[in-house]
């Protein structure tokens, strides 16, 4: 499966941004997928998970409340709603996915990854 995401921008402290994770192939309803970022400087970091049906959703705790991950697999799409952005949520976000019912936040869980799209939340 290969993996585009898109849908940063720069924003101001507060504001709300959706990121979409588009996916190829038709079997993309057998894959997890999950949101990591990385700020300048620093490690990668997991911000959530969905499974492939979209029942089960997990999230780090920076952003649980405020982010909101979906998915709908007619449209073979992965959505990542960020609210109430702050200027720590700064970082290049990607979109990763395996194949398999569910995923945890360890990025080797996740054989195929996008290429990045980069949010900016200013202060």
């Known amino acids: 499966v290969q993996l585009q995401a898109s849908g940063g921008g720069l924003v101001q402290a507060g504001c709300y941004l959706r990121l979409s994770c588009a996916a190829s192939g038709r079997t993309f309803s057998s894959y997890f997928v999950g949101w990591f970022r990385q700020a300048p400087g620093k490690e990668r970091e997991f911000v959530s998970t969905?499974?492939?049906?979209?029942?089960?959703?997990y999230y780090t705790d920076s952003v649980k409340g405020r982010f909101t991950i979906s998915r709908d697999n007619a449209k073979n799409t992965v959505y990542l709603q960020m609210n109430s952005l702050k200027p720590e949520d700064t970082a290049v976000y990607y979109c990763?996915?395996?194949?398999?019912?569910?995923?945890?936040?360890?990025?080797?869980?996740?054989?195929?990854w996008g290429q990045g799209t980069l949010v900016t939340v200013s202060s």
């Open positions: 969905i499974s492939r049906s979209g029942g089960n959703t």
């Open positions: 990763a996915a395996s194949w398999g019912d569910s995923g945890t936040h360890y990025y080797t869980d996740y054989k195929h």
